[in-house]
């Protein structure tokens, strides 16, 4: 090779270059680029129309809104912003479910600041195309939805290039008042010498309309029902595995609503003699845990702390990484 040619190839290998910043730019002002589409054909000309993938926030209120879109990434950033009149999107960096749910919760502060709407990025580290959303804004006066993780982060790049973007919004959603009539479903081992003394494994069945509820919280649906499946079957052959106390499953009805099936059977046995000794709900998911980050929430006294400690000690030993978190929250 000459010497020029050298010079050359280590200038681009090793010498200043955008090319990743100038295909995103490429990529979020033209969007696909079909031989002849308005994408390909006008874009140089014309502003981008995108069609946005949303999903209304549980408790938005319905809206038909038009705005100017403000960007932030912290919490923070909704005081030192000026969103008055605006539409905050947050475009916050994945740091975990606990620590970016918050931003879910933002529409009734957003509002008292003058935001016309909220569009929170989905609480996903991995998404594809698939917006993702929970609870977070009964209460507001704005309409706030989750829009897709890489949406939110287009349009965080076209707001730090000074790019105007103006979203249109026409939330359609309603809360019904009628009552329905759903159940709580029960099954249990009976106590052999307490049968009034309850251990509890429990779940939810109700399940968001968007998807299966294969993890919320079918996972934990299935969690309790194999740890019940595995101790019938140990009793059948061993009389030490028949449970002194009676073990029941329950899978609640209406949780996604506010727990309203797990309160009413709580009023409705508030007056029996049976007396519950343990209560547990799986409702974090039914994955292997695979690093002490994985946490048990207990609520309890010390004696039954270490007993529970005990038992954690026993999966660490077998490949299994858990630790147990004083905490009263599922």
Not at 254 to 281: I, N, P
Not at 295 to 312: A, N
Request: proline share 4%; net charge positive.
């Amino acid at each position: 090779l000459t010497a020029t040619s050298v010079t050359l190839l280590e200038e681009i290998i090793n010498g200043p270059d955008d090319s990743l910043k100038w295909l995103a730019e490429l990529c979020d002002d033209f969007g696909p680029r079909k031989t002849g589409s308005l994408n390909l054909e006008k874009r140089n000309s014309e502003p981008r129309l995108h069609k946005l993938n949303i999903m209304a926030i549980d408790g938005s209120p319905p809206g038909q809104v038009e705005g100017q879109v403000v960007v932030i990434r912290k919490i923070e950033e909704l005081q030192s912003k000026y969103i008055k009149g605006r539409i905050v999107v947050t475009a916050q960096n994945w740091t975990g479910y606990r620590s970016s749910i918050k931003f879910r919760k933002l529409a009734k502060e957003a509002a008292k600041r003058g935001a016309l709407a909220i569009l929170v990025k989905s609480i996903t580290p991995m998404s594809l195309y698939t917006p993702h959303t929970g609870a977070g804004a009964r209460g507001s006066r704005i309409p706030a939805v989750c829009v897709t993780a890489e949406e939110a982060d287009m349009i965080g790049r076209w707001y730090d290039r000074k790019k105007k973007v103006i979203i249109k919004l026409n939330i359609k959603s309603y809360e019904s008042s009628k009552s329905v009539l759903s159940r709580n479903v029960v099954f249990e081992i009976p106590g052999s010498v307490y049968p009034e003394e309850i251990v509890l494994l429990s779940a939810h069945m109700d399940s968001w309309d968007v998807g299966q509820g294969a993890l919320d919280d079918g996972g934990g649906m299935a969690a309790a029902r194999a740890a019940m499946l595995a101790i019938k079957r140990l009793s059948h052959s061993d009389s030490d595995f028949k449970p002194k106390r009676t073990i029941r499953g329950i899978f609640w009805t209406a949780e996604e609503q506010g727990s309203l099936g797990s309160s009413y059977y709580f009023h409705d046995h508030s007056t029996t003699k049976e007396r519950f000794v343990f209560a547990s709900e799986s409702d974090q998911g039914a994955f292997r845990p695979r690093n002490y980050l994985s946490i048990l929430r207990y609520q309890g006294d010390k004696r039954h702390k270490d007993l529970i400690e005990q038992i954690v000690t026993l999966l660490n030993t077998n490949g299994i990484p858990l630790r147990v978190l004083d905490d009263p929250d599922q």
